[in-house]
């Protein structure tokens, strides 16, 4: 099956800096490269994804870049604000998630 | 405005017990999913289904079996209750290849 890892595991960042987490997938076939982000008491929700035809998507504060040859694609997120404090999954495919990174902007 | 509906938010049961998780959707989706969270784990599949009457186990099937009877309806079945399968469980429904969409979960509790 399909091997992802996910880093960082957490990070905190100060209200206003960027943060940057990375997902590395083993199987060469998939296509499909969404990122969740999951808020306590909550099911995890798409934020961003992105399909094997484009290197980079961009949506107001957030961004995910694709890098195919070397297997990895990046959830960008901008201008942090508190709310953005959650826990974020990478999932190439469906059937097989990240660890997760739990993100905490201070403020 | 797309659904999942997870039967329970939260669930006691005694060891040996049999449990049913029910997800019910209402968007028409082809998949469904059951996946379990832990801590520090991620989620990690159990079973899926692209089908009615179809399924296919995960990563983590053991101890686990599912009914999609009807193409809304995604029953997750614990057949005896262990303590390690104390965790939170989360059914999800999505087009073929395309964003899933999860219900609020099912925390479970096997005493």
């Known amino acids: 099956g399909e091997n992802v890892e996910q880093h960082p595991s957490t990070l905190s960042v100060q209200e206003g800096d960027s943060a940057v987490i990375k997902c590395t997938y083993s199987d060469s076939a998939s296509n499909y490269f969404p990122w969740y982000k999951q808020e306590l008491g909550k099911g995890p929700q798409l934020i961003i994804d992105i399909r094997s035809n484009v290197g980079e998507k961009k949506d107001q504060r957030i961004a995910v870049t694709l890098n195919k040859t070397a297997k990895h694609f990046s959830l960008h997120i901008t201008e942090t604000q508190p709310e953005d404090s959650a826990v974020y999954f990478c999932?190439?495919?469906?059937?097989?998630f990240g660890s997760g990174t739990q993100l905490t902007v201070l403020p | 405005d797309v659904k999942v509906t997870q039967s329970s938010r939260y669930l006691v049961k005694r060891t040996g017990e049999k449990v049913f998780l029910e997800c019910v959707q209402d968007?028409?989706?082809?998949?469904m999913f059951w996946y379990r969270q832990d801590p520090g784990l991620g989620l990690r599949l159990i079973y899926f289904s692209y089908d009615v009457k179809m399924k296919e186990k995960g990563d983590i099937p053991e101890g686990y079996s599912v009914s999609r009877e009807k193409k809304e309806r995604f029953s997750l079945i614990l057949e005896s209750a262990s303590t390690n399968q104390t965790s939170m469980y989360l059914c999800a429904s999505s087009l073929p290849g395309l964003e899933l969409f999860f219900g609020s979960g099912t925390q479970l509790s096997v005493l």
């Open positions: 999932a190439p495919r469906q059937l097989t």
């Open positions: 968007m028409d989706h082809e998949n």
